[in-house]
């Protein structure tokens, strides 16, 4: 056992602990049980061959296994790239070449999705999720020991998270063991996280969120959560009730729809401490509504590539300071810097840049990307910031275009770099515009091809099953030609003002 082994650790101190729940099966591991499955999938890794650095990649629901395989890559140093399900299976193909998997993981349901995928073929390990987890749950009581890897270094990566490219194509994000324990201690300070707090996880696995926020914070502090495998309102707030939760991460999206649970007025929310609220600012109305029901609202800033917890909103300041972000976290430094990298004084816009032991290393096999974002040591997010005079920072512009539709970040290059691939398509630049539902949803201006009559329609379904759906489009308006700047770019300004 070595310091990065947490769940081993707890499962010498508070073996008999439940660590993680299902909600959908009432499946549960404790500390105990946990260890010793980690111990036999990491001997399963090393019977397979697969050294530290070797990747396996999980297409899958959140689910109890999940956190075994964790287990598993703090003993081995194997490298998690949990995928995300939601896209095509021309999206899922270019992700699986980059990260090169020794072992695929994936549920029946995604089976079709990888047989169309011409890199699947070349993964020498292919699993399916539902025998993994029957063969492993069964095991939960037997005795496996397993000689931790004593080499792994801080640098070395646990994840690969992707994010949607602002050049077209997703980015993995190399997220390492130094990051995961700096993160954590950092959670750990600004969220006072403790052996006895209790949370619901169903922020998708696929996401930095998914993991980092309350999942690995808790299994370094020795909490229990509850995973499930798809938000749902109204099982949320009977979860809050019943659990007897203390904290709880969510998106604006989904506050909004536990607002209007049936048994949102009724249920006794007496132990939450308060809820995390991340993905932009909640209005000032929600966040009151929620205090009347007695529950403080903590909101923050990060991302993928940093911590993720970057910075926190104290729940005494929510009202006061409403729109910011907060303060920085402990263990990170920042700066806001014009154009040419000098700082600005408080109350004036710059691009926030970070630095600190949770900066991503950089992406990989991709070392232009990982140039263009850190220099010198600093991490430049792409976000316009301004600090005021008492150190809350106030986001004024989103990373480049990008927008958020029901807590999943857009970036439209991606997208338009697909439906430019139309043969009819002249150009095409696409947006972000409110929506009641999902907060944010894509709007497709096209210039089409002289002669060209395709309608609206048309293009919704040329995305269908080669984008996933949060991607595609809500809405589509045809020009004769996009509006230009000075400089011959598209001019997106005008475009929001259409």
Not at 370 to 390: L, M, N, P
Not at 412 to 438: C, L, M, N, S, Y
Request: glycine content about 8%; hydrophobic content about 40%.
């Amino acid at each position: 056992m070595t310091t990065r082994d947490w769940i081993g650790k707890w499962a010498a101190y508070t073996g008999q602990k439940i660590a993680v729940k299902e909600f959908e099966t009432g499946r549960t591991l404790t500390y105990r049980e946990l260890n010793t499955l980690g111990n036999h999938v990491a001997q399963t890794f090393v019977d397979k061959g697969l050294v530290k650095g070797d990747t396996v990649a999980i297409l899958s629901e959140s689910c109890l296994e999940y956190y075994v395989l964790f287990a598993a890559a703090q003993k081995t140093g194997v490298v998690l790239v949990p995928m995300n399900y939601r896209l095509s299976a021309r999206e899922i193909d270019y992700l699986l070449a980059d990260c090169e998997p020794k072992i695929v993981i994936a549920q029946t349901q995604y089976q079709p999705l990888l047989e169309a995928c011409g890199h699947y073929q070349d993964v020498p390990h292919k699993i399916v999720m539902e025998d993994f987890a029957q063969d492993t749950y069964s095991r939960r009581e037997s005795v496996y020991a397993f000689p931790v890897n004593q080499t792994i270094a801080d640098d070395d990566a646990i994840f690969i998270l992707y994010t949607s490219g602002t050049t077209g194509f997703p980015k993995g994000a190399l997220y390492t063991h130094g990051m995961l324990f700096w993160n954590s201690v950092n959670t750990h300070l600004r969220l006072d996280i403790t052996s006895d707090d209790v949370s619901i996880v169903c922020t998708p696995p696929f996401h930095t969120g998914g993991w980092n926020i309350i999942p690995t914070p808790f299994f370094h502090h020795g909490a229990s959560f509850t995973v499930m495998k798809k938000f749902d309102a109204e099982s949320v707030v009977r979860l809050l009730q019943s659990e007897r939760v203390t904290m709880f991460m969510a998106v604006p999206t989904m506050i909004q729809m536990m607002k209007e649970a049936p048994s949102f007025h009724n249920a006794d929310l007496s132990s939450v401490r308060y809820f995390i609220i991340g993905g932009e600012p909640l209005p000032l109305p929600v966040i009151e509504e929620w205090q009347k029901r007695g529950i403080p609202i903590r909101q923050g800033f990060g991302m993928t590539e940093v911590g993720p917890s970057v910075t926190s909103l104290h729940q005494d300041d929510s009202a006061r300071k409403i729109g910011s972000i907060g303060t920085l976290n402990f263990y990170l430094e920042a700066r806001i810097v014009d154009d040419n990298g000098n700082d600005v004084p408080d109350g004036q816009e710059g691009e926030f840049i970070l630095r600190g032991e949770v900066v991503t290393p950089g992406y990989r096999n991709n070392p232009k990307a990982t140039a263009d974002t850190i220099k010198d040591g600093w991490f430049y997010t792409g976000d316009i910031v301004r600090k005021d005079s008492e150190g809350f920072f106030y986001v004024m512009d989103r990373k480049k275009n990008m927008y958020i539709s029901g807590g999943e970040n857009v970036y439209p290059a991606e997208v338009e770099k697909f439906i430019g691939t139309h043969e009819d398509v002249q150009e095409v630049a696409i947006i972000g515009v409110p929506d009641e539902k999902w907060g944010e949803v894509g709007k497709a201006f096209i210039a089409l091809k002289p002669a060209s009559n395709l309608r609206a329609e048309d293009f919704i379904s040329y995305c269908t099953g080669n984008l996933a759906k949060y991607k595609i489009p809500k809405y589509v308006e045809f020009l004769p030609e996009l509006p230009k700047s000075d400089t011959g770019k598209i001019d997106r300004k005008r475009l929001k003002m259409a």
